[in-house]
């Protein structure tokens, strides 16, 4: 049973391969990115770790593999870049643009950050039993400077948008110490997860250092009141306790644990069942591919539409205004210059032709203005595509896919130049049905 339900995958994993090369070049067109084009179902699984300064991430990180120093460790910041850890028999560290190439092809994305990044990125391979089941990806913590003008040297939120799209699981550690958020946390949950709040899990760490239920309860009313100011759902994630170490009942001032090791096992759990949510990522991730495509050609097809009605109207008055406006000319040099004709129809071919020429600017100032205004209206436009499908009881997941592509479908109406297919609404169509076959199965 389990060989065909691993057979049923390849297939889909084969098909799905087809399914982005097919619709890539359409995608293009649109100037829509697919967040997840390089599937390998069969490839391990990936975590990604996030966190503020100093929150035990790398802690986590060595005792999950066995308590072994695979990352370093301290009070003060010991890594500005991002590690990936998996497994080999043969331990080595690989760093800047070689560790790239020895990642699977689904990294690929980070050689657009640029070499500052690169020269920040590590792959470590270790021999140990846990990295044969998942991969490991740490990150620098996020802080704040003292001069906010200072920032990092390479871009921080697309490499954790990047990592964040090829992990199966992101876990966000805050600790007792430092419940808030920097305002690299904010950008992070607000632009860099964004979407994906289905593979988040928000983890409090170190939660064997509460002395007692008070102060458990103002550090997790503290993380609840941050998380919601940087969240743009109405729910908050479920967070879950955690800490480093062998499992102990009560904490050293004699708080009971019970229940926060419940919640250490269920974390616990989600790492060793990493492949199914592997698969489960790739399915979903993928299907919003296609369907956040099909929602940026509908309101952009939309969109275009409605300009180019106004701009053959536009085009059209121009040429008629300038043809009447060099026979009015040519009629009134005709009867001054009634003997010899060529002047008048000269004169009158040169006024036609300015009047034209001058005319075009004034065409483009308008269409650039309506779209403009279109851009604006988009939320009206997606409304007037999926009118029917949100008046059926579906408008949460309609409106949850647009939230995904709203604001850059908007940017390709104000200001993208389009050159969009043909019959871009059959194009659209035919995308819709190979989703509907390729997503109809798992």
Not at 270 to 291: E, G, H, K
Request: charged residues 25%.
């Amino acid at each position: 049973m389990e060989n065909g339900r691993q057979s049923d995958w390849n297939s889909f994993e084969r098909a799905l391969g087809r399914a982005y090369l097919r619709f890539a070049p359409l995608a293009e067109r649109y100037y829509f990115s697919f967040r997840r084009r390089t599937v390998t179902m069969s490839g391990a699984p990936m975590m990604l770790f996030l966190g503020n300064h100093s929150s035990g991430k790398s802690t986590l990180i060595n005792w999950l593999v066995g308590g072994e120093q695979v990352q370093d460790t301290g009070l003060a910041p010991t890594d500005d870049g991002f590690t990936v850890i998996t497994y080999a028999d043969r331990e080595e560290d690989v760093s800047g643009p070689a560790a790239l190439a020895r990642l699977p092809a689904e990294f690929a994305a980070l050689a657009t950050l640029g070499g500052s990044f690169l020269q920040r990125l590590t792959l470590k391979f270790r021999r140990r039993e846990l990295l044969k089941s998942v991969t490991l990806i740490d990150s620098p913590g996020m802080i704040d400077s003292a001069d906010a003008a200072i920032g990092r040297t390479y871009d921080f939120d697309g490499a954790v948008r990047i990592l964040a799209n090829v992990s199966d699981m992101v876990f966000f550690l805050l600790d007792p110490d430092k419940p808030g958020t920097t305002g690299e946390t904010v950008q992070v949950f607000s632009r860099c997860l964004r979407g994906m709040e289905f593979k988040l899990r928000v983890l409090l760490n170190k939660c064997d250092l509460f002395t007692g239920i008070y102060d458990f309860a103002r550090t997790y009313g503290t993380v609840c009141w941050n998380l919601s100011r940087v969240l743009a759902t109405k729910d908050l994630p479920k967070i879950l306790t955690v800490y480093s170490g062998d499992e102990r009942r009560e904490t050293a001032a004699g708080f009971p644990l019970s229940d926060f090791n419940r919640l250490r096992n269920e974390f616990l759990s989600i790492v060793r069942d990493a492949s199914s949510r592997r698969r489960d990522n790739i399915y979903s991730q993928s299907l919003s591919d296609f369907t956040g495509l099909s929602m940026r050609m509908c309101v952009v097809n939309r969109a275009w539409r409605h300009l180019i009605g106004p701009r053959i109207a536009g085009e059209l008055i121009a040429v008629l205004l300038s043809a009447a406006a060099g026979i009015v000319a040519w009629l009134a040099l005709t009867l001054k210059f009634s003997v010899d004709r060529t002047p008048a129809i000269a004169s009158g071919a040169v006024v036609g032709a300015l009047l034209l020429a001058a005319s075009i600017p004034l065409l483009r100032l308008v269409v650039r203005v309506r779209r403009r205004a279109l851009a604006d209206a988009v939320d009206s436009l997606f409304a007037a595509s999926y009118l029917k499908r949100v008046s059926v009881g579906s408008a949460d997941d309609v409106r949850q896919a647009w939230s995904m592509v709203r604001d850059e479908t908007a940017e390709v109406i104000r200001a993208a130049p389009l050159s969009l297919p043909l019959f871009g609404e059959l194009r659209r169509r035919s995308l819709d049905r190979a989703t509907r076959s390729l997503f109809g199965r798992k």
